[in-house]
């Protein structure tokens, strides 16, 4: 089977399951404690339906039924030995291959020329203070895997993610700068012409003095490089 067939909620549910066998219920409350809803979209619904394909692809089996309690019964699994194969192919291509995933903050960051400067700025300053939140709670995470002594193998993910958001914050804060000092310039009016690279190398039409004319571009007009 190849890797790709898995999707990145699927690998987490086979890597949890290469530690020892789980129940579903487990796994969320694992993946939740571990912060890794930050590393991928985690909710009930979702990790029982990756724990259903994964069960009819053969990549994980059922090892037995706990009918405890008055709760409802919990099956618990394991990973097979084609599971492991497709757990390691899948980490080897994610890790070996970039993949463009389109943020669409930087959509925004690309587009934002279109606010006013000071409500762009204005909505730069709340995601600093939303990032600034979320940087706090991963530190906290950290500080208290280091204290358990967890090794930072286990939580590289986090750990990247942190940084990450780290260096976010940093650039946003300089750009917030360059645009309150003047240094880089908003422009004070968009215009409706956009020229492209199509644009620029599309013969001019000549006019009836069989001269070719070109449309002045407008101060403050977005360029494609």
Known sequence: ???????????????????????????????????????????????????ARLHGQELIAEVGIDRGGNRPERTTYQITPAGRRVLVDRLAEILRSPV?????????????????????????????????????ELSGFQHLARERKVSEIYWAGIDYTYHMLAAEVKWLTSYIDRVDSGELEWPHAISAQHTTLTDRHRPHDPDTSGHCHTTPTPRGT????
Do not use: C, W
């Open 1 to 51: 089977m190849r890797g790709d067939a898995v999707n990145p909620l699927g690998v987490s549910v086979l890597a949890l399951l290469s530690e020892g066998p789980m129940h579903p219920y487990e796994m969320y409350q694992l993946l939740l404690e571990r912060k890794e809803d930050r590393i991928v979209k985690i909710r009930p619904g979702s990790l029982y339906h990756a724990v």
């Open 100 to 136: 463009r995933e389109y943020p669409q903050f930087t959509l925004g960051l690309s587009e934002m020329h279109n606010l006013p400067a000071s409500e762009a700025i204005a909505l730069l300053r709340a995601r600093i203070e939303d990032l600034t939140r979320e940087i706090e």
């Open 222 to 225: 977005r360029r494609t490089l």
